[in-house]
């Protein structure tokens, strides 16, 4: 049980375009969901806290315009990266927290992306 | 605000044998809970061990163990008869509400 998956896993663009990652639980329906951000060989920076039907709460020198969040339905979330830019490449996670267990996060496979 | 400390940033181990990881916390919260996440190379964050702060026991699952000392604020791992498998990042978390913070991460290689 509490199965999130992501999709894609990779994705390369060019600079300038918009990339959308779409984040779901499978077999629960998420209070929350979390969207963070790994550096190769770091810990995991929390972007933004989304709650369905709420916009979402964005760290501290997180941008909100740069990285939309919607969280559409108790399963499912989505994290656009708007203009992506090369800095912008990275390893994006999204987590999720099921209903009556708000303090356990279940995170989601990762999405690689490659910003050219 | 709550900080997490790992120590060790790598640590390595003998097939069955057994490794323990530390983690320290700062935290003025009474009620919080306590994770240790696993992150293998396909960097899949997966839960391992989960400790609510109110229950004196240890939280054990399988081969996972935790010593937890609240008034130390400690929180380590035991990983027993360690196994290929458990080849990994290990990041030690605190819960305090809905937000995780992490600490920097202990790299674990077990060795045949």
């Known amino acids: 049980g509490a199965v999130v998956s992501q999709h894609p896993s990779w994705v390369i663009c060019k600079s300038g375009t918009s990339v959308k990652i779409e984040c779901r639980s499978l077999?629960?329906?998420?209070?929350?969901m979390f969207w963070y951000r790994q550096f190769p060989k770091q810990s995991l920076m929390l972007m933004a806290t989304?709650?369905?039907?709420?916009?979402?709460?964005?760290e501290q020198g997180v941008e909100k315009d740069k990285f939309l969040i919607n969280h559409a339905s108790l399963t499912l979330s989505t994290l656009t990266v708007t203009s992506a830019h090369p800095e912008d490449s990275s390893f994006y996670i999204c987590?999720?927290?099921?209903?009556?267990?708000?303090?356990?996060?279940?995170f989601g496979p990762g999405t690689r992306l490659l910003v050219l | 605000a709550q900080t997490v400390t790992q120590s060790q940033p790598e640590m390595s181990v003998q097939e069955a044998e057994t490794v323990t990881l530390s983690c320290t916390y700062d935290?003025?919260?009474?009620?919080?809970?306590l994770f240790w996440y696993k992150q293998p190379p396909s960097r899949q964050m997966i839960l391992v061990i989960r400790?609510?702060?109110?229950?004196?026991q240890n939280a054990t699952e399988n081969r996972f163990s935790v010593n937890f000392q609240k008034a130390a604020k400690s929180f380590s791992l035991k990983i027993s008869d360690s196994q290929l498998g458990d080849t990994a990042m290990y990041f030690c978390?605190?819960?305090?509400?809905?937000?995780?913070?992490f600490g920097g991460g202990t790299r674990v290689l077990v060795k045949p």
């Open positions: 987590s999720a927290t099921p209903m009556g267990d708000r303090e356990t996060q279940y």
């Open positions: 077999d629960f329906q998420a209070t929350t």
């Open positions: 989304s709650n369905e039907g709420s916009k979402a709460t964005y």
């Open positions: 935290t003025s919260e009474s009620n919080y809970y």
């Open positions: 400790q609510e702060a109110y229950k004196q």
């Open positions: 978390a605190f819960a305090a509400g809905n937000k995780l913070t």
